[in-house]
């Protein structure tokens, strides 16, 4: 090989090692031009994402917060719900549906109760009242009066009677009193026995009386008019009536 060829070779085998490393070169800044701008974007996007991350946390708190708040007054409205204002409401409103109405139920009921647990005096316009003389006991006469009304009555205490024109109404037996008052239905009957006179002929003041007055207790303001046998009957100071009995044996067993 001639010393020519020699030195072409050599400069071409220069210039080709100069080309590749100015080439290499080349690549070597790209690359660090591109690390460098991968590096700017990655500090760019770490921003962004850092920004984004507490976004979502910013927003994670607030909404969280919000949550929490709104959980919080949801709490303390049921709490007030139960207990509180809304439930005194809810108490207020139970009354008003049917706890008013009820105690004005109740007050009806207690109302129609009364109304019919306590019958009325007897009266002289819704009886009937006989006087008859009997045998037995001597110098005894038998009071009844029958109901002839249509709803039940009271006989109370004891007749007071007035025979003739006297001027006073006979003591009663006290050991006649009943254990309860006598209560007359419709149709039913009462009695009281009347002691005329002694009957060993002890008494005193004796008179024969023909018309006689029953009046259905001390405080009674109208009385009954029954008739008395014709000769009229023998009364004298001796005399005392029964309280109203609901047989005729108790109102004679004197």
Same mark, same amino acid.
């Given at each position: 090989?001639?010393?020519?060829?020699?030195?072409?070779?050599?400069?071409? $085998?220069s &210039?080709?090692?100069?080309?590749?490393?100015?080439l290499?070169?080349?690549?070597?800044?790209?690359?660090?031009? @591109?690390?460098?701008a991968?590096?700017?974007?990655?500090?760019?996007?770490?921003?962004?994402?850092?920004?984004? +991350?507490?976004?979502?946390?910013?927003?994670?708190t607030?909404?969280?917060?919000?949550? %929490?708040?709104?959980?919080?007054?949801?709490?303390?409205?049921?709490?007030?719900?139960?207990?509180?204002?809304?439930?005194s409401?809810?108490?207020?409103?139970?009354? %008003?549906a #049917?706890g008013?109405?009820?105690?004005?139920?109740? !007050? %009806?009921?207690?109302?129609?109760?009364?109304?019919?647990?306590?019958? $009325?005096?007897?009266? *002289?316009?819704?009886?009937?009242?006989?006087?008859?003389?009997?045998?037995?006991?001597?110098?005894?006469? /038998? /009071?009844?009066?029958?109901?002839?009304?249509?709803?039940?009555?009271?006989? /109370?205490?004891?007749?007071?009677?007035?025979?003739?024109e006297?001027? =006073?109404?006979?003591?009663?037996?006290?050991?006649?009193?009943?254990? $309860?008052?006598?209560?007359? &239905?419709?149709?039913?009957?009462?009695?009281?026995?009347?002691?005329?006179?002694?009957?060993d #002929?002890? %008494?005193?003041?004796?008179?024969?009386?023909? +018309?006689?007055?029953?009046?259905?207790?001390?405080?009674?303001?109208?009385? &009954?008019?029954? =008739?008395?046998?014709? !000769?009229? *009957?023998?009364?004298?100071?001796?005399?005392? *009536?029964?309280?109203?009995?609901?047989?005729?044996?108790?109102? /004679? @067993?004197?």
């Amino acid at each position: 090989m001639s010393a020519r060829t020699r030195r072409s070779r050599l400069m071409f $085998a220069s &210039a080709l090692a100069a080309v590749t490393l100015s080439l290499t070169a080349c690549d070597d800044g790209q690359d660090v031009r @591109d690390e460098g701008a991968s590096s700017r974007t990655a500090s760019t996007a770490t921003p962004t994402a850092a920004a984004t +991350s507490s976004s979502g946390a910013s927003e994670g708190t607030t909404d969280g917060t919000a949550d %929490g708040s709104a959980g919080g007054a949801a709490d303390s409205s049921g709490a007030t719900g139960s207990g509180g204002s809304s439930g005194s409401k809810g108490s207020a409103g139970s009354t %008003g549906a #049917g706890g008013t109405k009820g105690s004005a139920g109740a !007050k %009806g009921s207690s109302g129609s109760t009364g109304s019919g647990s306590t019958p $009325a005096r007897c009266s *002289v316009t819704s009886t009937r009242t006989t006087a008859t003389q009997v045998s037995r006991p001597l110098n005894h006469l /038998l /009071l009844t009066v029958t109901n002839t009304g249509s709803k039940s009555c009271d006989l /109370l205490y004891y007749p007071a009677v007035r025979f003739g024109e006297a001027q =006073s109404v006979p003591p009663v037996f006290e050991d006649s009193k009943p254990q $309860a008052v006598v209560t007359l &239905a419709p149709g039913e009957s009462g009695y009281a026995g009347v002691l005329l006179s002694a009957g060993d #002929g002890s %008494g005193s003041h004796g008179y024969t009386a023909k +018309s006689l007055e029953v009046y259905f207790d001390t405080g009674a303001t109208a009385a &009954a008019h029954p =008739s008395l046998p014709a !000769k009229g *009957v023998y009364v004298d100071d001796s005399v005392q *009536v029964t309280y109203w009995q609901s047989t005729m044996a108790d109102a /004679l @067993d004197r």
